[in-house]
């Protein structure tokens, strides 16, 4: 018994060891830009672990000795490890960088690795959120129903049943701050089709009052959208007339921007995403 | 840094893919001898100027003289700010408050970028690389130069110049690019009969003003490492002075002083100190502060009696993390001082100490010469981008006042004892994301200010957003941006007028919402004829009063204007133009 205990927690502690060598977990390639083969990233890595990694680290971001490969202006000038490969025949020994001599191919998928590593430094547009429910559910459902003041248009038995299973956690936050907007189902919807598009009255000289979504309101013109006739309508304006009174339904939402905490914030998401 | 709120469109539109078949067809039908015509025109007007400049008649066709640019003249705009001081502020009245209820368009130049009957140069590719692509029509955010009744401008990788009377294009030059990101370019720069500018892939190129061929082109910046330049660049005495740009990677901002003659380096000033200088210990290592960004993206101002170039500087890098970085980063998101003679930086004042949310302090410091406390100052104002105003003492960067333009902003502890705010660290990108005003675009841009010194008033286009910035790069050394930002809304934009004596907002006025707004950052010009040129929000070009930001006069040009907006006088006429989108409308009174 004492020996199986002793087995597995000799395995799990290697399994720890080999985790802690893995290198932070990086979004799949291949997926996102085609002009990187993943097979010769995954090679190009390899070589980078076993090569350079001593010094350079296993990210190539710079080790105990090495420099940062992905910051260099040579790594960020080389056209297809052709510098690279002139680099490495010789190295740099005055400042302790040996020659290596690498076969032509490992060259080439370590500048491989290291030019998609540079790509995915430098487009913040495929940067992937990490993990954001850290908040405390039962915060976040004290806050939902108190401060908050949540349960004034929502409830989650009602409106926000099942919520959590409808989005991922990114968005439903996203949500949370600001429900209006996202993309739909079928070609995108002038922005007055959204159900909780802004409204608004305008009051002609005649006394006359028109209601409708708002679809536009400058100093010099203002258009509604009017949902039972399906029709849009325009005036000029000079001054303050004719009259506009806009009422935002999301004024709530709104009004909390400038009132959340950010631990308020992840306490009801993760509370919201629990609701599946 | 970058203005993000330059958008993004994702190909041409398709009256521009109609207008280039138009422009091609147009070719091949035999309109060939256009281009002849026009070397013979361009010729003509050589000849021209020449015969006038020899009568010796008319001064304002000799080559331009630096020394001019040293007041704002009202017969020409001889540098981006229309002079040294970055006022954007005009003695011109004929067009005032009384008659702008008449201003009238005089002319329409709609952007030929067409290589059809291009003058073409450049280093690229005949089909440009997917990094150029992106970014759609050219729009203008260059303010055009005016000398000698012609405008000269440009957008990325395009320069024009169009007779200034008729809007008529004399000549467009095509730079062929290896790519860089293609947000915006912000004008040209002018010595003598010499034209320059700068392209998304880091060309420092030259041009002849009279024809538009090219003289000769230097590289500033390695495109592979991300920089890209927008900047216009600036003359003062012999010298142009050049800023280059981009935070994709880690890679140190510098500003130059290139030689008009030759294109060649005069001196370079790192916006980064190097380990020894003072300024280093705000960085944690010699890594750090060598890859630490702060690039001088847009042209700075000058005082001629002090000798000082005045220019902000880039955020630092990585941008939206301070990971790595621990410390102040100087001299990133700074005000600074330089001598141009030698390039050394003279004083520093730093609005943003340790940025982690891309608010460079690249705006435009403006010069005032103004009156605090009852006695005449040398002033400097900046309305920065973190959403603060800041007035200084030029002579010395001594700390005069911080007040906040818009008051959503969220990120500080407040001021130290010398103004500057204090970076709450709760408001750096976390993993389950932070909600932070203003957004990485700011609470206002590059868009040009304006200070009227009839009002007293600084005037300034700004925007209340939020983000949400989540971290993605949990490593002990991140790189890049490092972090995410997800937007989430605006509390509204409005154009302020800010007293620069107190700081206070003594006129806010929102704008448009709805289709066809936003921006909110906008290009401003005011005139001695008591009006300030600006847009609403939503598609109009508007005259306003200066002192009370009600509007006099509007164009629905039916995109807001995308530049800042000039004036002058020409055969007696004062023109006010201005770029909106990929078109640039000139108005005057009518005759």
Redesign the interface.
Known sequence: MKAVLIVATVLISLVAAVAAQQPAPRPALAAVDPQFDRAAVDRGHEVLVSQCGFCHGSNARGGSSGPDLTRSELVQSDEGGKELSAFLRNGRPDKGMPSFDLPVDQVKDLATFLHAAIYLNANRRLYQVLDILVGDPNEGAKYFSGAGKCTTCHSTTGDLKGVGAKYDALTLQGKIMMPRGGRGEGPPKPAYMDKNAVRATVTLPTKQTVSGVLVRLTDFDVSLYDPDAKTLRSWLRNGDAPKIDVVDPLQGHIDMWTRWTDADMHNVTAYLAGLK | MMAKNESRQPFATKSQRTRSLTNRSLYEEGFVRLRDLRVFVASLSAVVALLLACSGVLVAQAPLEPASLLKMPTDSWPTYHGDYSGRRYSTLTQINSENVKNLALAWVYRLNASQALAIIGGEGPDVPPAAANGFGPPTIKATPLMVNGVLYFSSPDHVWAVDARTGRELWHYFWKTRGGIHIGNRGVGMYGNWIYFLTPDNYFVSLDAATGRERWHHEIA?V???YFSTSAPIIIGKQVLIGVGGD???VPGYLESRDPESGLVIWRWYSTPRVGQPGAETWPNA?SMN?GGGMPWLPGTYDPDLNLYYIGTGNPQPVLSGKGREGDNLWTCSIVALNPDTGKLVWHYQVSPHDTHDWDAAQTPVLIDGVIDGKPRKLLAQANRNGHFFVLDRTNGKHILTTTHTD?V?WTKGLNANGQPIPNP?KEA??????V?PDTNGATNWPPPSFNPDTGLFYVGTSQS?S?F??????D?P???A??E?G??N?GRALKAIDYKTGKVKWSRPL??????GGGPMGLLSTAGKLLFGN?????F?AYDPATGK?LW?A?LGVNTSNGPETYMLDGRQYVVVGAGDTLYAFALPR
């Open positions: 390695n592979k490492r991300e994709s990677l880690d890594e890859n959503s969220n709760a976390s993993i389950p994301g932070v909600l005003s939020f949400l989540y971290l993605t790069d949990t490593d050394r790189e890049g941006w972090a995410a997800r989430v809304g509390l448009a919402i709805g289709a066809g707004a609403d929000g939503g598609g109009n508007v509007p509007h629905g």
